[in-house]
């Protein structure tokens, strides 16, 4: 195995990233995630445990349909039962059912697991591995052992450990993936490891998925690739049950640029996705994350400052650019402005680097962000704040007032919400009532039918999501609000967000958006 040889990216996401506390997703937020997964260049993309829940299973339909341009979907289940011929196994037929390319499933390694949780022998152990990896191999598909509690399993009986990757290998795995299930064991132990197994079955490529239970998962993972490992297993921004996966915002970086091996398509979308996934997720971005944290370049101390701006190397180990990441000087006014060219350039709308407009663009999106924006997830009211600053377009219509109500009655039957919207569309006043369930509802449905006479083809979008994030929750009552939300007409998707004192008004401000971009669109 050459140094510079790629890596494989192994992304559990969507399936070890949301066993973590905090972190759900809906089936359209695994599609919108596993979407840009596969833009940013990840070989595997794990969509869930079809066994598991409903959910998964019209994921993995979904996927099936969808055209991926680089990774392979993997759908991750369990070995046969004990004692069950692996053709009578529901769990399994579940796996083959999902018809993805590629069928991940875990064994146990560890000798006391298998008699203490399983309650069987060593050997029917085995032989429900050997016979799994053998059935799914049978259909045609590349199969990944992931070899639970490996290390721990190793360390209490190294011969059963050993066995059970032999049984894995006979039935024509293609990976062995060790596991730090429990996330306990230190780089040293996990190079050693790497090397005996690497050694042992030379012909069948090695892996590593890791746990971050002492803050070493991603340590642990560059150490397992360093004795031989070529594919790492993790999730974006290191979700995950307890303390976290390896998270690959950082093992990704290290392998491209500290190590010379290549692993994605393009590093520069990493912190793009890496925001991405915590607006998706309605969690907030951790600021101090290393590379693509929002602070991973910032300069404040004086001295500092001075010496990157003559040399930015004296105080930054990368270039943050390599990761999409920017320097920021905690004074500059032009701090932030390459993030929002390269936006602009990706929507068809370029500006010019040090013009009025970008200036002007940056300045506001510092302010908005000040009160509480944010545009990862959010790029429709980004490109409506370029398109309005190049004089592109105006609002098709001008608002007199909107009012909504919220009607609870006694009996019991399902609350009502109604709203009405006031409008001017070229000089013809629309005034509309609509009732709905919910607020959001309720304007939606008001506004459209306001519009719907003049701009038939709003009749195609529809609102496929919506989310609620209250910050600043330590003043309690003078929180904001800040709403996401998510069009389609059926083939492009985008999202706006709204922030307000009032959940109403930030509800308006994204819905209203949402529509008045795609009007603006249609008429370019
Ligand atoms: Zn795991």
Redesign the pocket.
Known sequence: MSASARVQIYD?TLR?GT?GEGFFLSGLDKMRIAKRLDEFGVDYIEGGWPGSNPKDIEFFKAAAKQNWSHAKVAAFGSTRRANVAVEDDPQVKLLLDAETPVITIFGKSWELQVTEVLRTTAEENQAMIRDTVRHLKGAGREVVYDAEHFFDGYKDGPEHAMATLQAAVEGGADWLIL?D?NGGCLPSEIADLTRIVSEAFPDTPVGI?T?NDCELAVANAIASVDAGSTQV?GTINGY??RTG?CNLTSVIPILELKMGRKAVNDLTKMRDLSYFVDDVSNNPHFARAAFIGRTAFSHKGGMHVNAVQKLARTYEHIRPEQVGNEQFILVSELSGQSNILIKAEEMGLPLKKGSDEALNILAQVKELEQTGYSFEAAGGTLELLIRRELGHCTRPWNLDEYHCSFRQYQDRTRPVCEATVKLKVEDEEAYTVAEGHGVVNALDKALRKALVSIFPAIENVSLVDYKVRILDSEEATASKTRVLIVHTDGEATWGTVGVSDSIIEASWIALSDGIDLFLQRSRS
């Open positions: 559990t070890d066993q596991c299930t998925h746990h297993q995950g049950e996966n």
